[in-house]
């Protein structure tokens, strides 16, 4: 994931539609006018090839989403039964609101589109498969359409939810919650590949640690391994007992009032005694849930 909201071709996306395009066209105008003008004496600039424009001839409005792409999109697509079911299982998991504000998701035909764009928007950012991107009140999302699309928008709306609904939420615990979410309704947050390498880690003597996870608060901070490990406590926390799920449920409520002045960890260790250690035992009893082998992903962590 990425939480940000930042740039000078950012503040053209805060204009309508019909305004941004003309926007994102004077920038890019602007960007091939000044690579030209530096000649080839730059190697570290590559502007990519192409327009890079939002894509926006077909729009789909199902409450509280506004999609956005250049094919053809119904109400009846699975992809959008899977968002509609996303923001249900959000607000049915954690007892949150369901969220209201409108969730603006663009999906480009391709990953070359979709990374000129980014490229040219939000050139601080990492190379990555999805975004969410949060500003002024808005939430964005950026995919392209690919097989693993549908787990690249469980993963990056799931975001969008929690920060339309509860705000700002620290870094471990809403990529754990992402993680957790992003895998199929029917795997019911077992996220498969990540339980194959920690019972590996595992048994190589690898140790958890919930506060180690929380004193990471860069997104570029997080690898492979602290996303996974990140899903397991959300896991644990939501299936392990139902203290640790009244624990994220109330942290929840109370990062939406503000009223969070410590992390989840202090409060768990009130009520579970070694938590570290019943976590590592919920890990090792857990089995993968049997799903449709087309359903299963192979992607990276790191969104
Ligand atoms: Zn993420």
């Not at 469980?154 to 471990?172: F, I, K, M």
């Not at 942290?251 to 019943?278: G, K, N």
């Not at 089995?287 to 082998?293: A, Q, S």
């Amino acid at each position: 994931m990425s939480t940000l909201g930042f740039g000078e071709a950012g503040q053209g996306m805060e204009r309508p539609v019909n305004q941004r395009n003309s926007t994102i066209v004077k920038i890019l105008a602007l960007a091939i006018a000044w690579a030209s003008t530096i000649g080839g004496g730059c190697s570290s600039f590559r502007l990519p090839a192409g327009v890079a424009e939002l894509p926006d001839s077909h729009r789909l409005h199902i409450a509280p989403f506004s999609i956005s792409t250049s094919f053809s999109l119904t109400k009846d697509d699975s992809l959008v039964h899977e968002l509609v079911s996303l923001r249900g299982r959000v607000h049915e998991t954690l007892k949150l609101p369901l969220a209201s504000r409108q969730i603006e998701i663009f999906i480009f035909d391709d990953r070359p589109s979709y990374e000129r764009f980014i490229h040219l928007h939000y050139p601080e950012l990492p190379r990555r498969r999805a975004f969410f991107i949060a500003r002024d009140q808005r939430e964005m999302v950026y995919a392209y359409r690919d097989d693993r699309l549908d787990e690249d928008l469980r993963h990056e709306v799931c975001h969008a939810l929690l920060h339309a609904t509860v705000g700002v939420v620290p870094l471990w615990l809403d990529e754990g919650l992402a993680e957790y979410f992003e895998v199929p309704l029917e795997a019911n947050g077992t996220h498969e590949r990540h339980l194959d390498e920690l019972h590996s880690a595992m048994q190589r003597g690898w140790k958890p640690s919930l506060t180690r996870l929380e004193n990471l608060t860069r997104v570029q901070d997080m690898n492979g391994s602290d996303y996974r490990e990140a899903w397991a406590w959300v896991h644990f926390l939501i299936h392990g007992s139902a203290e640790g799920r009244q624990v994220l449920l109330g942290y929840l409520q109370d990062l939406r009032t503000d009223r969070c002045r410590e992390p989840i960890s202090a409060r768990l260790f009130q009520v579970i005694q070694r938590p570290d250690s019943i976590f590592a035992s919920h890990i090792e009893q857990l089995k993968p849930t049997p799903i449709e082998p087309n359903s299963i992903s192979t992607s990276p962590a790191g969104r």
